[in-house]
């Protein structure tokens, strides 16, 4: 029988020998430790969510507990490509690849202090990307002349709108953005 | 402003995870957590995943006069319900029925009303079931604030992220490379519901895959004079209790954070 | 019997000649009538123009355009509105469960030929609802009975305002709308 990952629940310290150690897995292997709370002792170890197995009194190296949300978008655009090259062989026709480069630049851009944006693909293989938040909607979209145009839309009585187009993304013209941007993060 | 590089989790705010436990007075049998396998049906909208644990238990190295545990001994060890994944690869939220404890992860944090509501219908599923049998002890929010660093970690100055606080070692604001901070206390408190607080503040300057970050995670911990035994009783609790400790978290956080990080990620105190 | 002239129906000829156009409402958008053309059959096929008071059926079959976290569709899965058309079914000469098997059918076809497609569900729309998207007090969509033999409940949803954003302000109207209405197959 395949062995599943064990995680322990608490790690003693002293020297006491150990007789019995429990361990929580699940079938699916995925490596999860004792959740919170393990005692009343303050100074005792708790594990978190993913089962790390620091202690609080050292610093923290490759936690496997610390996510990225810039990563993860990365990684999505990255799959478009992925997407598009197989949709390539299927047509016959040509898609740009270059833009997914273009476009993880624009991510890695976008200013602190704004939300995290969705990613976009249309079937003409444009890129985008999106946010949809209680306050106003927005895409940026990578066109085909290499520029980006920026729609935002207030979700107030009002929907006022805001359209950029033909934009040179730089660092600096993203900063000059965080304004219009902004009205992107809730109240 | 060197802050301009300091990115908070999600955007526009830095709450990675947060997390709601009820403890249990008494642990769950192995019969009982089977039984919890029964709500799926229930949570299936927000939890379409379920996820059984078992537990082995074994015996290291003789000890004398010890009985006798049979080795790989297995039972079930909780019952975890897992919401839709992120992009990050952990589900969007997740309900977990342990022996010890019942915990509600949000890992796709947006607005605290939102979270509100939904921990509250969540509540109404999973208490009834099983709270005849075993009263709830304590209540507690565990909350977990990251902040990325995209800059060089050599122009990160820690006096425009920190300002000097009661849950911070001076120390850390001349330190040279990584720090960890942990400090935990208890507080009594009469009101609005009798308890002994137990908070926990832990607060790093860490590394992870080369990239540098700032992480909070605070935990709060409200030990109940008087066990609940019912469900009214305990979204009675519920709504007295956690709004406050989540005030408290804000209220750490707005004494850690200096105001230009505050007014990043929008922080009200 | 007379076929019909040009002048007759320029709606109908414009949609005979531009049937396989990949990019047809650019050159809708050419066409000052286009908006009038909305009272004229599109096609011989079909059963008569679209009332404003038919239900719509939009088949799915791409998940890229869904959102598995907050189980949305995204902006892009209304795209074709400003090339090809929006084709969507109209209920009363096709009923779902007709629509769904005809696209079930139709996407193992696509497999063969492209990349795996699947079914992946529907929505429906009032076709008022899609006529009232507006910018600036301008219609955006215009509803074609654009019918073919093998489905004369065939219909397009064209965007009639040749504005890049105008497009995007009904793409985001569209969005809004309809965003959590996907029923999965």
């Not at chain 2, 009675?236 to 105001?259: A, E, M, V, Y």
Request: glycine residues 6%.
């Amino acid at each position: 029988m395949l062995m599943e990952t064990i995680a322990f629940a608490t790690l003693l310290a002293s020297q006491k020998p150990v007789t019995k150690m429990e361990g929580l897995f699940s079938n699916s292997g995925i490596n999860c430790g004792r959740q919170f709370f393990e005692t009343t002792d303050i100074s005792h170890v708790y594990t978190s969510v993913a089962g790390r197995q620091g202690s609080f009194v050292a610093p923290v190296l490759n936690s496997g507990w610390v996510y990225d949300q810039q990563d993860s978008l990365v990684s999505q655009i990255t799959d478009y490509g992925e997407v598009l090259k197989a949709r390539s062989a299927a047509d016959g026709r040509p898609y740009d690849l270059a833009q997914i480069q273009k476009m993880i630049g624009a991510i890695k851009m976008i200013p602190s202090g704004i939300p995290t944006p969705n990613p976009m693909l249309s079937d003409s293989g444009e890129l985008g990307l999106y946010w949809d938040t209680e306050s106003a909607f927005a895409d940026l979209v990578l066109e085909a002349s290499g520029r980006f145009s920026l729609f935002i839309r207030q979700k107030d009585g009002a929907s006022k709108e805001t359209f950029l187009e033909d934009i040179d993304l730089t660092e600096s013209v993203f900063e000059s953005l965080a304004e219009p941007l902004g009205l992107l993060c809730d109240a | 402003m060197s802050i301009e590089a300091l990115f908070p989790f999600a955007g526009n705010h830095s709450i990675q995870s947060l997390a709601f436990v009820f403890e249990w007075a008494n642990p769950l049998t192995p019969h009982q957590l089977q039984e919890a396998a029964k709500l799926a049906p229930s949570l299936k909208s927000h939890f379409p995943k379920v996820v059984p644990l078992q537990t082995m238990t074994f015996t290291l190295g003789p000890v004398p006069n010890m009985p006798q545990i049979p080795n790989d001994a297995r039972g079930i060890g909780g019952i975890h319900f897992h919401g839709r994944p992120t992009p990050e690869g952990v589900p969007s939220q997740e309900l977990q029925i342990n022996p010890s404890n019942c915990v509600i992860i949000i890992n796709q944090y947006t607005r605290w009303a939102s979270v509100w509501d939904s921990v509250q219908s969540w509540l109404e599923v999973v208490f009834p079931e099983i709270l005849p049998a075993h009263p709830v002890s304590s209540l507690g929010l565990q909350c977990t604030d990251l902040f990325h660093w995209r800059g060089n970690p050599e122009l990160l100055v820690m006096r425009e992220i920190f300002q000097e606080s009661d849950y911070l070692p001076k120390h850390v604001f001349d330190c040279k490379s990584l720090w960890h901070s942990h400090h935990g206390f208890f507080e009594d408190i009469s009101a609005p519901v009798p308890c002994r607080l137990l908070e926990n503040v832990n607060v790093g300057w860490l590394e992870n895959n080369k990239q540098r970050s700032i992480s909070i995670q605070c935990v709060h911990k409200a030990e109940l004079s008087e066990q609940v035994w019912d469900i009214a009783a305990l979204k009675s609790i519920f709504g007295q209790i956690l709004p406050g400790l989540h005030d408290r978290n804000k209220k750490i956080l707005g004494s850690l954070l200096t105001k230009p990080v505050c007014e990043k990620i929008k922080l009200v105190v | 019997m007379h076929s019909e002239t040009v002048a007759q129906n320029p709606c109908r000829t414009f949609f005979q000649l531009h049937e396989l156009n990949q990019d047809k409402v650019k050159a809708l958008n050419e066409q000052e009538d286009r908006l009038n053309w909305e009272s004229l059959s599109a096609s011989s096929h079909s059963p008569g123009i679209v009332d404003s008071g038919e239900v719509l059926c939009r088949i799915l079959f791409d998940p890229i355009h869904f959102d598995p976290l907050t189980s949305t569709l995204k902006p892009s899965a209304f795209d074709d509105i400003c090339n090809k058309g929006l084709s969507v079914n109209r209920v009363k000469h096709r009923g779902i469960a007709e629509s769904l098997a005809a696209g079930a059918a139709q996407a193992e076809t696509a497999s063969r030929l492209r990349t795996p497609r699947s079914l992946y569900g529907h929505l429906v729309a009032l076709a008022s609802e899609l006529r009232s998207v507006a910018r600036e007090g301008q219609r955006c969509l215009a509803i074609y009975d654009t019918a073919i033999p093998e489905n004369p409940s065939h219909a397009d949803v064209c965007m009639v305002v040749p504005d890049r954003a105008a497009f995007r302000s009904a793409r985001a109207q569209l969005h809004d709308k309809y965003k959590s209405q996907l029923v999965p197959a």
